[in-house]
């Protein structure tokens, strides 16, 4: 199982950016996948998870500014993020999870190598 992010960057305050995550060696879709992110100084955080195409969830904190989509076509799973805050600046990464994992990171199966994302001015 391999898991590619992708697409982080610098982006100003109140900007957007989409990032993605590749994966092979799995049955996509009928995986569920989240997102985490690592703030510098702080633990691993729950962001978003999806388990189908019309099955997705985004931590409270990101409800409205975040939207995490799939393409089962293309083994992809993607975050999108608006109206981003410097407090958003962190280390984005891609898992392979479980609905009964919820937003427990410890407990998500595989990761990804994570991307930048840093929101400042």
């Known amino acids: 199982v391999q898991l590619v992010a992708s697409g982080g960057g610098l982006v100003q305050p109140g900007g957007s950016l989409r990032v993605s995550c590749a994966a092979s060696g799995l049955t996509f879709g009928s995986s569920a996948m989240s997102w985490a992110r690592q703030a510098p100084g702080k633990g691993l955080e729950w962001v978003c998870a999806?388990?189908?195409?019309?099955?997705?969830y985004c931590a409270d904190s990101m409800k409205g500014r975040f939207t995490i989509s799939r393409d089962n076509a293309k083994n992809t799973v993607y975050l999108q993020m608006n109206n981003l805050k410097p407090e958003d600046t962190a280390v984005y990464y891609c898992?392979?999870?479980?609905?009964?994992?919820?937003?427990?990171?410890?407990?998500?199966?595989?990761w990804g190598q994570g991307t930048q994302v840093t929101v400042s001015s």
């Open positions: 999806t388990y189908s195409e019309r099955s997705t």
């Open positions: 898992a392979i999870s479980s609905i009964s994992d919820g937003a427990d990171v410890t407990l998500f199966d595989r």
